[in-house]
């Protein structure tokens, strides 16, 4: 189809084809930012690093499993700055452990209360001395497989382990436990460096590391001397969050606005050269000026931070963060709308929230499932699967949101048609119960009424009882007087 431009007609999509190729270049960038952002770094200190090792390395990390580690990451930095309050891990001489168990010429006692849990242990001697700090992403198999069991293979050879003064004469180890492998990490690399306990033969996450878990460890390492500068890091994380997420919209737009141009210059296009750059500019600064209008609408990757960081759950549906934002923003701009928009606008974004909101949650859920299911059953697609996967999603999305598209809005202008039936009622239904309470009013003044003409009613009983029992008494004595006067006249005459 075409459309008028200023300088000539202009070429594109069908709607439908549009929209699954516009949410294909959504989930492919969120993809290929993602592989950039959690990428391992395979040349750390290097003096010059190789661009092609590290195209390689962000390829390779741009699965939906590092997506998520990415959207999770503010994680970890909450349950270090938990830890922090709770357990005091700025320092040895403050820390509150979890538990201990003690160990005496080689051998355990209490270990198997030990969790199979990631965590830190701080090794005590005989004099209560902190003498060697360690972590492990197992805390019960780190001991029994490894220091235990080393320093036995040790003995075995004629040789010392580093631990083996304090596993003869007998030492206490205890521990914390972590929810991930990263906090583990950046405590111990913290209280060696705070303690220098005389084991550890070196500070750990000293210099730039490689392996991405250690590349995080090392933040929380750096920003760990209080609960305050945890904090801060936090902030600066999010912050970066932020920016990460201002850059991907652009690199969507950029993309999105050259597929425009592509798709006019292969219909037969004949706009110039120079109103194509103008036009392609023109977009990228409608999304610039739009952040700089709406500043809410910059705030995803903070919401996805803070969301991330208190609910380990959106490990599994990692988008869900976003696009709660996205529903309840467009859902805000509506309402505050609402009273402006004709009845076709307010049909029309109410719609569009509904469908496009609804298979965003769907199709994005679905994306690393079907990215796992590639990879399981092809594997040597393993390394496609992640854009394989994108443009599945993607096509799943836009024939669902062209299939809802079919009837929502008809329901919505039903909704929005028996608005004023609704609010008709309302206020007859208003009316009717302004009515009654003025009735109940009138029948509660009648009853008033009744009660007085009752009450005076009774005192009118009450006196004329009253008047009757005088009146008999009064009769009584009267006729006990005549009585009394006949007889003494019978007397007399006698």
């Known amino acids: 189809m075409s459309t008028s431009d200023s300088s000539a007609a202009v070429h594109s999509l069908s709607p439908l084809s549009n929209a699954i190729v516009d949410k294909a270049i959504d989930n492919v960038t969120r993809k290929l930012v993602g592989g950039v952002r959690n990428k391992n770094n395979s040349q750390p200190n290097s003096n010059k690093s190789s661009l092609k090792t590290t195209v390689s390395d962000s390829l390779a990390a741009t699965s939906a499993a590092d997506?998520?580690?990415?959207?999770?990451?503010?994680?970890?930095?909450?349950?270090?700055?938990?830890?922090?309050?709770?357990?005091?891990?700025?320092?040895?001489?403050?820390?509150?452990?979890?538990?201990e168990f003690s160990v005496r010429d080689g051998i355990a006692d209490g270990l198997h209360k030990v969790p199979n849990t990631p965590g830190v242990y701080v090794v005590f001697?005989?004099?209560?001395?902190?003498?060697?700090?360690?972590?492990?992403?197992?805390?019960?198999?780190r001991w029994h497989a490894g220091h235990l069991n080393e320093n036995r293979q040790k003995l075995k050879n004629g040789e010392q382990y580093k631990l083996t003064e304090q596993l003869s004469e007998g030492c206490t180890v205890k521990f914390i436990s972590c929810e991930s492998k990263e906090t583990a990490a950046a405590i111990e690399a913290h209280l060696i460096k705070d303690a220098a306990p005389k084991v550890n033969a070196r500070e750990e996450l000293l210099n730039e590391q490689g392996s991405r878990s250690n590349i995080e460890a090392k933040k929380m390492k750096d920003a760990s001397g209080s609960t305050a500068s945890l904090v801060k890091g936090a902030a600066t994380e999010a912050a970066a969050n932020v920016g990460w997420n201002v850059l991907e919209t652009l690199i969507t737009t950029c993309i999105k606005a050259l597929k425009d141009e592509l798709v006019d210059i292969v219909s037969g296009g004949k706009t110039k050269l120079k109103d194509r750059v103008k036009r392609l500019f023109k977009k990228i600064w409608a999304v610039l000026t739009n952040m700089v209008k709406n500043p809410g609408s910059i705030l995803k990757g903070l919401f996805e931070f803070i969301v991330n960081?208190?609910?380990?759950?959106?490990?599994?549906?990692?988008?869900?963060?976003?696009?709660?934002?996205?529903?309840?923003?467009?859902a805000w701009q509506l309402y505050k709308g609402s009273k402006s928009l004709s009845k076709e606008e307010l049909v029309h974004k109410v719609s569009e929230i509904i469908i496009t909101s609804?298979?965003?949650?769907?199709?994005?859920?679905?994306?690393?499932?079907?990215?796992?299911?590639?990879?399981?059953?092809f594997p040597p697609i393993a390394p496609y699967s992640p854009y394989i996967a994108a443009t599945i999603a993607a096509i799943g999305f836009g024939v669902?949101?062209?299939?809802?598209?079919?009837?929502?809005?008809?329901?919505?202008?039903?909704?929005?048609?028996?608005?004023?039936?609704?609010?008709?009622?309302?206020?007859?239904?208003?009316?009717?119960?302004?009515?009654?309470?003025?009735?109940?009013?009138?029948?509660?003044?009648?009853?008033?009424?009744?009660?007085?003409?009752?009450?005076?009613?009774k005192e009118l009983v009450v006196d004329l009882k009253a008047k009757t029992g005088q009146l008999e008494q009064h009769q009584a004595i009267e006729a006990f007087s005549i009585e009394d006067r006949l007889n003494s006249i019978s007397l007399g005459a006698k």
């Open 358 to 377: 609804g298979c965003l949650v769907i199709w994005d859920a679905l994306d690393p499932i079907i990215e796992a299911k590639l990879t399981a059953l």
């Open 67 to 99: 997506v998520m580690e990415v959207a999770n990451r503010g994680e970890a930095w909450k349950e270090m700055i938990s830890k922090s309050l709770s357990h005091g891990i700025s320092s040895l001489s403050s820390m509150h452990f979890d538990g």
């Open 400 to 457: 669902s949101s062209h299939y809802l598209s079919g009837f929502i809005p008809t329901v919505v202008d039903k909704i929005v048609n028996f608005n004023p039936m609704l609010n008709q009622s309302y206020e007859q239904q208003k009316s009717a119960c302004a009515q009654l309470v003025i009735n109940a009013e009138k029948d509660l003044i009648l009853l008033n009424d009744l009660e007085g003409y009752m009450r005076s009613s």
């Open 125 to 141: 001697d005989k004099q209560n001395t902190p003498v060697y700090v360690g972590d492990s992403t197992n805390i019960r198999g």
């Open 309 to 330: 960081a208190f609910a380990s759950a959106f490990r599994k549906v990692y988008q869900l963060a976003k696009n709660i934002y996205e529903l309840g923003y467009a």
